[in-house]
C-alpha cells in the first residue's frame, strides 16, 4: 500500500512539471527576446520621447510585421487546401472554410493595423527615422 502512495504522488509530482515546462515557454521566449533588444534601445540612447517611440518602432516592431503577415498568409493558403482537398466530407469543408475566413480576417486586420500606425505617426510626427544599433569598431 506504500509503494501505490508513492507512486501516485510521483506522478502528480511529474505531471505537475511537464505541464509547468509548457506553460512557461512563451514567458522564456518574451524574456530571452528582451534580453536581447533592451540593450539595444538603451545604447542607442535617444534624446526625446518620439526618437525612442520611433526606435522601438523600427527596431522591435518593424521586422515582426511581415513575420505575422506571413503567418496568416500560410493560415488562409491552410485553409484553401483544406478545402480543396475534403473530397465532398461537410466537416473537413468546414474546418477549411474557418481557416480560410480566420485567415482573411486577420490579414485585414494585420495590414489595417499596419496602415493606422503609419498614419498615426506621420499625423504626430514620429517618423524620426531609425536610430543606428551600436557597433563595436
Known amino acids: ?15 505537475t512539471a511537464s505541464d509547468a515546462k509548457v506553460a512557461f515557454s512563451p514567458m522564456v521566449a518574451l524574456v530571452v527576446a528582451l534580453a536581447f ?24 516592431i518593424k ?23 475534403a473530397n465532398g466530407d ?3 469543408r468546414s474546418e477549411g472554410t474557418k481557416f480560410i475566413i480566420w485567415g482573411l480576417v486577420g490579414l485585414f486586420v494585420m495590414i489595417s493595423v499596419w496602415g493606422l500606425v503609419a498614419i498615426l505617426s506621420v499625423t504626430f510626427q514620429l517618423d524620426t527615422g531609425s536610430l543606428p544599433f551600436p557597433t563595436l569598431r
Open 37 to 60: 533588444l533592451i540593450p539595444a534601445i538603451s545604447f542607442a540612447a535617444p534624446s526625446n520621447f518620439a526618437q525612442l517611440l520611433g526606435l522601438i518602432r523600427d527596431s522591435i
Open 90 to 92: 461537410p466537416q473537413k
Open 1 to 15: 500500500m506504500r509503494t501505490s502512495n508513492r507512486t501516485s504522488i510521483n506522478t502528480r509530482i511529474n505531471a
Open 63 to 85: 521586422p515582426f510585421i511581415p513575420v505575422v503577415i506571413a503567418l496568416g498568409l500560410l493560415a488562409f493558403i491552410w485553409g484553401v487546401t483544406k478545402y480543396m482537398t
